[in-house]
């Protein structure tokens, strides 16, 4: 083999899926046991056993690179909600079992949810296609919200449990995220199915409120 041969056999080596894949598990690894600004290039590389050469090539950029480890994390946690779209009973029995499933699925800190809202609060420093990664994740978590609250609704009524969920929906996520830095801090003394459990008495007060208003 000549020599231009073996930095082309190596140069594949370092660009193929394998290295792509050992990337990710590096920076998902070291992000686990450390922390966003602590994780360093040089650091994922030496994990991966790859030249940072790798990872411009496969991802552009560090922040490329995690909102990569973001999306991927939050395809498989979305994947494992799947049941939460099947529920049983009557549509507040059904509420109930999602926010309690939902519950003990963050009480397992997800780790691409705890990266996500870092890089989120570092939007300044957060590269835009990164930002567009962080926006695709909440999208896609606000339409399965969405679809959970007109389940709940759905006495109201089609349109009414449409516009009562559009208008809860946000709420709900933005308490979902309160829920997750509570239980992060201290989660000796959150307890997330209690909190979730005060969370579908909240919701259904208020739907039950903006249902009547709009039957005016």
């Given amino acids: 083999m000549t020599g231009t041969e073996a930095v082309r056999t190596r140069r594949g080596a370092e660009r193929g899926p394998g290295s792509r894949e050992r990337i990710l ?7 686990a046991e450390g922390s966003y600004a602590g994780t360093s ?10 030249p940072p050469t790798s990872i411009y090539w496969h991802f552009g950029s560090k922040e ?27 549509p507040h029995e059904r509420l109930e079992q999602v926010l309690d499933q939902l519950a003990e699925s963050l009480a ?14 570092e ?3 957060t590269d835009p296609a990164c930002l567009r ?16 609250l007109q389940m709940a609704f759905a006495a109201f009524g089609p349109a009414r449990a449409r516009a009562a969920a559009s208008d809860l ?10 829920a997750f830095l509570a239980h992060h801090i201290d989660p000796r ?17 208020l739907g039950d409120d903006l249902a009547t208003r709009r039957a005016r």
């Fill in 25 to 31: 598990e590096a920076a998902s690894t070291l992000l």
């Fill in 41 to 50: 290039i040089s650091a994922i590389c030496a994990r991966a056993a790859v």
């Fill in 64 to 90: 490329g690179l995690l909102g990569v480890v973001v999306e991927e994390g939050a395809d498989r946690w979305f994947a494992s909600l799947v049941p939460l779209r099947r529920p049983t009973g009557t």
């Fill in 108 to 121: 397992r800190q997800p780790e691409f949810l705890r990266l996500l809202l870092t890089l989120a609060l």
């Fill in 123 to 125: 939007r300044k420093k």
């Fill in 133 to 148: 990664t962080i926006r695709r994740v909440r999208k896609r978590a606000l339409e399965g919200l969405q679809a959970i």
């Fill in 169 to 178: 929906v946000l709420f709900a996520l933005a308490f979902a995220d309160g």
């Fill in 189 to 205: 003394t959150t307890d997330l199915r209690k909190l979730f459990a005060q969370l579908r008495v909240a919701l259904l007060a």
